[in-house]
């Protein structure tokens, strides 16, 4: 590692103070003696609990990949970090979406629960903890921080009454309602009127205000700040904080005919994942939470009532809440409540055949999109055009292409091994400054939670890395005799690019893996910390360079408008081109039965099959619908196209088409006599 050691030692004093911060540790020298003790950092860092009403899609994923980001960075940055996400399993809501599947509540928050771990973990979700409020762990603290708001006096009995929204779990007065219905779902409210708990915001609302006032950073982004301001400033009301007229929830400690109010539970995880009650170094260490990320619509939960809730508890507020935009779709919001949804690993699915590359990749892809298409605390509208736009010109071109140019100059002029540099020149000390500054630059951006502007960062470095190899043009210089030369401008080349990919690492942990492998250093890019991307020339020449596929292989826009577009019906009756036998022979047709089919949910008329083809089950999506139901098709033998290029019709990806005749409105399916197993060539 010859490279490292020189460049460590001519490090400039400023840096290497830094670095002495960057591992998580401060040196204290104590007068008179030489004593060393290192003090680690901790970062705590939670996304909302999801409902388990309905499973996860792109919006759960978007705030669960952000935290995702920071966590990792700040481990990259040396932090000891808690990262935790998890499920909200009580309340009315759930407790009516299970009974309407016919099981069980706790049966119901198992499956959904295991569903969004799965997708955490497909998503390359590195959280440290995963909570659900049915845990034992959670419902001991739940009870312990009500009784002692009871204790204190800020909890009474009383009777409250109002407009409940089950979507939300939550009451609105009167004049909060739209058109009489609830302002975030637009459906229809309840009125509730029942003796429960109360518990006195309105006692706390002038310690609130101080609070807000006097720590800027408590409430982000600014504009979200004001208004939670002018609603404290408005007046608070006492709160409900208990039900009685179902079970599905926490019981209350004195009174088992109540349960807690779902949000008073659910907002309590923070600090069961933290250690409160059971482990008091784990919560001395971690409480209070560096940031809380939210969801714009459940800000007030967390900005007014759980900073009140922990006060009279007397324990101290999170440093920061932090409320992002909303992600929609057409236009739409994502959700459950409006029957929009977009599945994440769909998507990447979708992403990677298209692409060719691998699905981790894919993800990476998404993962980077989210983040980068829209500045973090602002809305977005989710296009498939958009993601395919920056998945071409970002991460194949400015990142993937960069490696896929630069190692092959250094298998041919090079023999493969990374070449030591040589004298460097003003243009050599330029892209060291830029890459020097970035890696400033990103550290900052997370920091103030800039995440869009972090990615742009590294996009600098990337330009000037790619601008810096063209106009050094080592292809010309050996041509010339300059070999010493072109060693420098490879080697610098690499080394931007080492740095960029540490600094990507966060955000695309897979597709960064697979560069390193092909950089092939031999300390495997998990080890590597922010400092190392502070190491100019830090990369060790000498290095067998092992080049490899490209990682984010271009989508070509010919495939994707087959895939993302939506089924449409054909049109009878029309001229159509002759074609020969040749061109009807690349049709590979096959006789299917159909094995399932069920409704595509938020759909009209759509069906998903699953048609066995012979030897394979393929999955189908097909406007059948009113002409058929799912029950008329299953068992039937049906006329498959097997090589049609699979495309994604309402986050189904289908995998073929079904033939049928279509007349004056009317649809029937092409069937077979004599019942050939599936499979059998159609000709
Ligand atoms: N269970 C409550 C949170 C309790 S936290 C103590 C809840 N759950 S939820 O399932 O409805 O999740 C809401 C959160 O999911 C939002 O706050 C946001 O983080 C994320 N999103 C859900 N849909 C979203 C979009 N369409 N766009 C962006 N984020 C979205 O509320």
């Known amino acids: 590692m010859g490279g490292t050691v020189r460049a460590f030692a001519s490090r400039p004093r400023r840096e290497a103070f830094v670095l002495g911060l960057l591992r998580g540790r401060v040196k204290l020298r104590g007068a008179g003696r030489s004593e060393v003790s290192t003090v680690s950092r901790k970062f705590y860092i939670t996304t909302p609990i999801y409902y388990v009403n309905a499973p996860p899609h792109i919006g759960h994923a978007y705030t669960t990949i952000a935290a995702d980001v920071i966590a990792r960075f700040k481990r990259l940055a040396g932090y000891d970090v808690l990262f935790a996400t998890g499920t909200d399993e009580h309340g009315i809501k759930i407790e009516r979406t299970a009974r309407a599947n016919g099981v069980d509540p706790k049966e119901w928050c198992d499956r959904i629960a295991g569903e969004f771990k799965q997708l955490w973990e497909r998503l390359n979700i590195s959280y440290d903890d995963f909570i659900r409020t049915t845990e034992p762990r959670h419902e001991r603290v739940a009870q312990a921080i009500f009784e002692r708001a009871y204790r204190n006096g800020d909890i009474y009995k009383g009777i409250y009454e109002g407009w409940y929204c089950a979507s939300c779990e939550s009451f609105y007065l009167e004049s909060e309602l739209v058109e009489g219905k609830c302002p975030v779902h637009g459906r229809p409210v309840e009125w509730t009127a029942e003796e429960c708990y109360l518990f006195r915001l309105s006692q706390y609302q002038d310690w609130l205000l101080r609070h807000i006032e006097e720590h800027p950073e408590f409430v982000e982004p600014e504009s979200r700040r004001n208004e939670v301001l002018s609603f404290v400033r408005s007046g608070l009301l006492d709160l409900a904080v208990s039900r009685s007229t179902f079970k599905w929830g926490i019981p209350v400690p004195f009174d088992p005919d109540q349960v807690i109010y779902v949000w008073i539970d659910a907002l309590t995880n923070y600090i069961t994942v933290a250690g409160y009650g059971q482990d008091e170094e784990r919560f001395q260490k971690f409480w209070p939470a560096d940031v809380h ?91 498939d055009d958009n993601l395919i736009t920056r998945f071409n010109a970002d991460l194949a071109n400015d990142y993937g292409n960069l490696l896929n140019r630069t190692l092959p100059l250094v298998e041919r002029y090079f023999q493969g091994v990374v070449p030591e540099p040589g004298p460097a020149e003003d243009r050599d000390h330029l892209l060291r400054e830029t890459a020097l500054q970035v890696v400033d630059a990103v550290e900052g951006a997370i920091d103030r939670l800039e995440l869009h502007r972090a990615l742009q960062e590294i996009w600098r470095l990337l330009g000037a890395a790619n601008k810096y190899l063209d106009e050094g043009a080592p292809w010309s210089l050996v041509r010339r005799g300059q070999e010493r030369r072109a060693a420098t401008v490879l080697y610098n080349t690499l080394e931007a690019f080492r740095i960029a990919t540490i600094l990507l690492s966060p955000t695309c942990p897979t597709a960064t893996r697979r560069a390193w492998e092909q950089l092939g250093i031999p300390v495997p890019l998990e080890e590597q910390r922010l400092e190392d991307a502070r190491k100019w020339q830090g990369f060790p020449w000498g290095t067998r360079v092992r080049p490899g596929k490209p990682i984010f292989p271009r989508i070509e826009r010919e495939a994707v408008r087959a895939v993302v577009e939506e089924e449409q019906p054909q049109k009878g009756g029309e001229r159509v081109e002759e074609i020969s036998l040749d061109e009807f022979k690349r049709l590979d047709l096959r006789v299917g039965i159909v094995r399932e089919a069920k409704r595509v949910p938020g759909t009209e008329k759509l069906l998903e099959l699953r048609v066995d083809i012979g030897g394979e089950v393929r999955t189908l999506v097909t406007g059948l619908i009113p002409h058929y139901t799912a029950e008329d098709l299953v068992g039937k033998r049906i006329v498959v196209l097997a090589n049609l290029q699979p495309r994604q019709v309402r986050g189904v990806t289908s995998q073929g088409m079904l033939l049928a005749a279509e007349w004056d409105n009317e649809v029937a399916l092409l069937t077979v006599e004599k019942d050939p197993p599936p499979g059998a060539k159609v000709s």
């Not at 949804?341 to 999109?369: C, M, N, T």
């Open 293 to 383: 990320l939210v969801g714009k619509e459940i800000l007030r939960f967390h900005a007014v009532i759980w900073p009140i809730l922990l006060h009279s508890a007397g324990i101290a507020p999170p440093k920061k809440v932090f409320a992002h935009g909303w992600w929609t779709f057409k236009e739409q919001k994502i959700s459950k409540s409006t029957g929009v949804l977009v599945d994440p690993w769909d998507l990447a699915q979708a992403l990677a055949r298209l692409s060719g590359a691998e699905v981790g990749v894919a993800v990476d892809a998404i993962r980077y999109f989210l983040l980068r298409e829209v500045p973090f605390g602002q809305d977005g509208d989710f296009s």
